[in-house]
């Protein structure tokens, strides 16, 4: 089965709007034409850094710009957008007056993980889906400021191997495949449900000095292996590469770590709430998973200014719930409730 066809079919088992379709495919457009763009790499000259940054204050890579200019212009013409707001925009993107208008706003990071792209370690694209009441005569960041319970899709493509694009409506997680003889994704993983206990985690282990106690207890527990407080072995990975880390827990369960530190905290974390955590809190959520900031749900933190940064840690339900009461331990020793 075809993207589209997957599309299709679902909008007659669950009566979704046909605008929405029209976005996502879109979307799985412009992930085909990043996905075209990074193929020849070094021999596209699309490799290395420019001298601008964004309004993170982050260097950006050429393919950053490439990739945000894809999504641009593979999705303004769509007619179902009132306006688009991406990790590489300083403000948000108004749809084209030559273009019709409609309810939905797409969020996107174009291509997360870019600081491995020239050393061809797998990268991706991020994207949420919002619903607006009605069409704006005009939009401004109030109108997009919302939680991320309100998402109605969220997804990512991965370009690795193969290139996948993993999309929820909020009916379940799937997977598709890019068939290059045919220029189509086409379904491989249907339901993706995530274990709800976990074998190995992901986390940045040189940032273990600026780690809050409960992290570097449940990070010290997992290490310790089968003599220590948890009884068995752990796996540590870390790629640097939000969408890679996120597609393994998918896949086979673990759990990912960003969490607030010494460093971070003054930012509030360091992974963008509206186009990085909240999409892929929804994506685990649909399979089973859970998206925690350590100290609440992902998809409930209200959102107070576009490039808002939080926490996160996601994962397999028992581990996001055990990272959880570590917090709530350690606050209360901090308040002196407990001892």
């Given at each position: 089965m075809t993207y589209i066809q997957f599309l299709l079919d679902e909008r007659r088992r669950e009566d979704s709007d046909r605008d929405l379709l029209t976005l996502l495919h879109s979307v799985a457009t412009a992930c085909k034409a990043v996905s075209n763009?990074?193929?020849?790499?070094?021999?596209?000259?699309v490799l290395g850094s420019l001298e601008t940054e964004n309004i993170q204050?982050?260097?950006?890579?050429?393919?950053?710009?490439?990739?945000?200019?894809?999504?641009?212009?593979?999705?303004?013409?769509?007619g179902v957008l009132a306006a688009m707001v991406s990790e590489?925009?300083?403000?948000?993107?108004?749809?084209?007056?030559?273009?019709?208008?409609?309810?939905?706003?797409?969020?996107?990071?174009?291509?997360?993980?870019?600081?491995?792209?020239?050393?061809?370690?797998?990268?991706?694209?991020?994207?949420?889906?919002?619903r607006l009441p009605g069409i704006p005569?005009?939009?401004?960041?109030?109108?997009?400021?919302?939680?991320?319970?309100?998402?109605?899709?969220?997804?990512?493509?991965?370009?690795?191997?193969?290139t996948m694009l993993v999309?929820?409506?909020?009916?379940?997680?799937?997977?598709?495949?890019l068939d290059g003889s045919i220029g189509e994704f086409r379904l491989t993983h249907r339901n993706i449900v995530m274990p709800e206990n976990a074998a190995e985690?992901?986390?940045?282990?040189?940032?273990?000095?600026?780690?809050?106690?409960?992290?570097?207890?449940?990070?010290?527990?997992?290490?310790?292996?089968?003599?220590?407080?948890?009884g068995r072995y752990f796996n540590m990975r870390w790629i640097a590469s939000m969408v890679a880390e996120v597609h393994r827990i998918l896949l086979r369960g673990g759990v990912f770590l960003y969490p607030i530190d010494e460093e971070n905290c003054a930012s509030g974390g360091k992974l963008r709430l509206l186009y990085e955590a909240n999409p892929m809190a929804f994506l685990v959520e649909q399979a089973?998973?859970?998206?925690?900031?350590?100290?609440?749900?992902?998809?409930?933190?209200?959102?107070?200014?576009?490039?808002?940064?939080?926490?996160?840690?996601?994962?397999?339900?028992?581990?996001?719930?055990?990272?959880?009461?570590?917090?709530?331990?350690?606050?209360?020793?901090?308040?002196?409730?407990?001892?």
């Open positions: 763009s990074l193929k020849n790499g070094a021999l596209a000259d204050g982050e260097t950006q890579k050429k393919l950053d710009v490439i990739a945000n200019d894809i999504f641009l212009r593979r999705c303004e013409f769509s590489e925009m300083d403000e948000i993107y108004d749809i084209p007056s030559q273009f019709p208008k409609g309810r939905y706003v797409l969020l996107f990071d174009p291509l997360d993980g870019s600081s491995n792209i020239d050393i061809n370690v797998s990268v991706g694209s991020i994207f949420s889906v919002l005569d005009e939009i401004t960041y109030e109108t997009v400021l919302r939680p991320g319970v309100e998402q109605v899709a969220a997804g990512y493509a991965l370009y690795g191997p193969s999309l929820s409506t909020g009916n379940g997680v799937h997977g598709f495949t985690f992901a986390i940045n282990a040189s940032r273990a000095n600026w780690w809050e106690p409960p992290v570097q207890k449940y990070v010290a527990d997992c290490v310790a292996g089968e003599h220590g407080p948890r089973g998973g859970a998206g925690s900031t350590g100290r609440a749900r992902i998809l409930e933190v209200a959102p107070v200014s576009p490039h808002q940064r939080v926490p996160v840690i996601l994962g397999s339900t028992n581990e996001v719930d055990l990272i959880d009461r570590l917090h709530v331990e350690y606050d209360l020793r901090t308040v002196g409730i407990i001892a």
